[in-house]
C-alpha cells in the first residue's frame, strides 16, 4: 500500500523548496544535449513500452534539452513533456527523486525506489491532478522481465493491455521485443536482412488473404456490382496491421458519376455501407504485420513503410484479370484510401498498374496528368 499522505508531504515541500532543488540542480552541470524531442527517462526501456522513438540529438538550441553532472547522470529535463516543464532529478542511495515543475509550480512529483542496484517500483504523485500511482518492475536475474502497473486492474477489460508489459531479449541479452498486457507486440528489433525476409513473407500473405476477402465479398453482394475495395488506413498503428476493407458499390458510383461529383468524393470509401465491410481473420499474419509496423515504429517510418506495403499488395492485385467473377466491375480495382486522399495528384495511381489506370481514365473516374 502506497501512503499518500508522504507523497501530499513530499510534494509540499518539493513546492516549497522549489528554488533550492532548480539552483542545486543547475549548479551540478556540466554538459547539455539539445533533442529534437523526449530522448531520455529514468524508467527504464520507456521507449520501447511507449513504442517511439529516442528524439534524436541536435546541434541546433531547441526548447527540449538535458543537462548532465559529472557522473553523467541526469539531473535536468527540459520541456521534453510539458510546454515549459522543467525536471530537476536528485540521486541518492536507495531512491532517486524527479521534481517536476511548470513555470515554478509543481507539477508532479516521482519517486525511483532501488533495492540490491535496481529500480524496482516508481511512485508518482500528480499535484495537478491529485493522482497517486505506481508500477513495480521485476526482474530475472538482472534483466526486467516485467512491469506491472496496478491502477489499471480495476478496468482491466478495457485497460488490459496496460496492467503488465514483458520484455524479451536475444542471446546476447539484448533487449529484442516488448509486449503489452494481451501479448501484442509494441516493440521490437530486427537485422535488416530479417526485416527485407519478413517483408516479403508478410507481403505474400497479404496478397492471398485479400483474394479470399474479394471472394468473400462477391458471396456477400450476390447480384450487386463492386467496383473497388478500398484498404483503409488511418495514422494509428493498429490500422495498418489490420486495417478495414470498404467494398464499393457499382450503384452508388454510377449515381456519384451522373451527379458530376469530385473525384475525391467518386473514390470516398466512406459512402458505401459499412455492412459489406471485411477484416483480416489470420492472426499469424497480423501478428507478423504487426511485428514489421512496430519494426518500423521503431524507426519512425511506420506510416510511409506500411503504406508503401499496402500500396504493393494492391498493385499486384490490380494486375490479376479478374474477368471470370461476374460481381466485380470491369474497372474493378483494390487501392489504399485514408482520410484526406488527394486523388487529384496521382496518390491513387501508386496502387493501379497502367493498364487499369488507363481504363479508369477513358471512363473518367481519374485525372489525365
Known amino acids: 500500500m502506497v501512503d499518500k499522505e508522504y507523497y501530499l508531504k513530499l510534494s509540499k515541500e518539493a513546492q516549497d523548496n522549489y528554488k533550492f532543488y532548480k539552483e542545486e540542480a543547475e549548479s551540478s552541470i556540466c554538459r547539455r544535449e539539445y533533442t529534437i524531442s523526449k530522448r531520455y527517462d529514468i524508467s527504464p526501456y520507456w521507449y520501447g513500452r511507449q513504442s517511439t522513438v529516442p528524439g534524436e540529438i541536435t546541434e541546433e538550441e531547441t526548447d527540449t534539452y538535458y543537462e548532465f553532472d559529472n557522473h553523467d547522470r541526469l539531473r535536468i529535463s527540459a520541456c521534453d513533456e510539458l510546454i515549459d516543464g522543467y525536471a530537476y532529478t536528485v540521486y541518492e542511495e536507495n531512491r532517486i527523486i524527479t521534481r517536476l515543475y511548470v513555470r515554478g509550480v509543481l507539477d508532479s512529483i516521482k519517486e525511483y525506489l532501488i533495492y540490491d542496484g535496481f529500480i524496482k517500483r516508481c511512485i ?83 496478397i492471398a488473404a485479400l483474394r479470399e476477402i474479394i471472394g468473400n465479398v462477391s458471396r456477400v453482394l450476390v447480384d450487386r456490382s463492386c467496383c473497388f475495395l478500398a484498404i483503409f488506413l488511418h495514422d494509428e498503428a493498429h490500422t495498418v496491421y489490420s486495417p478495414i476493407f470498404q467494398p464499393g458499390l457499382q450503384n452508388i458510383r454510377d449515381e456519384q458519376v451522373d451527379n458530376k461529383k469530385d473525384y475525391e468524393t467518386i473514390w470516398n470509401s466512406g459512402e458505401h455501407p459499412v455492412k459489406y465491410q471485411q477484416e483480416l481473420t489470420d492472426q499469424e499474419l497480423i501478428q507478423k504485420l504487426r511485428n514489421l509496423i512496430m519494426f518500423w515504429r521503431n524507426t519512425d517510418d511506420w506510416w510511409e513503410e506500411g503504406m508503401k506495403l499496402w500500396q504493393e499488395v494492391a498493385y499486384s492485385l490490380n494486375e490479376t484479370n479478374w474477368s471470370e467473377n461476374f460481381i466485380l466491375a470491369e474497372d474493378f480495382i483494390v487501392f489504399v484510401d485514408r482520410e484526406g486522399l488527394d486523388v487529384t495528384n496521382g496518390e491513387l495511381e501508386k496502387s493501379i498498374p497502367l493498364v487499369k489506370l488507363e481504363l479508369l481514365r477513358s471512363k473518367g473516374l481519374v485525372p489525365v496528368h
Open 124 to 206: 508518482e504523485y500528480s499535484a495537478r491532478n491529485d493522482k497517486l500511482q505506481y508500477e513495480d518492475y521485476i526482474y530475472e536475474g538482472e534483466r526486467l522481465i516485467q512491469v506491472y502497473q496496478p491502477q489499471y486492474e480495476s478496468n482491466s477489460g478495457y485497460f488490459e493491455h496496460l496492467v503488465r508489459t514483458y520484455f524479451e531479449y536475444d542471446e546476447k541479452g539484448i533487449l529484442s521485443r516488448v509486449l503489452d498486457g494481451t501479448k501484442g507486440v509494441i516493440y521490437v528489433m530486427m537485422l535488416a536482412e530479417e526485416v527485407a525476409l519478413l517483408r516479403e513473407e508478410v507481403k505474400k500473405g497479404l
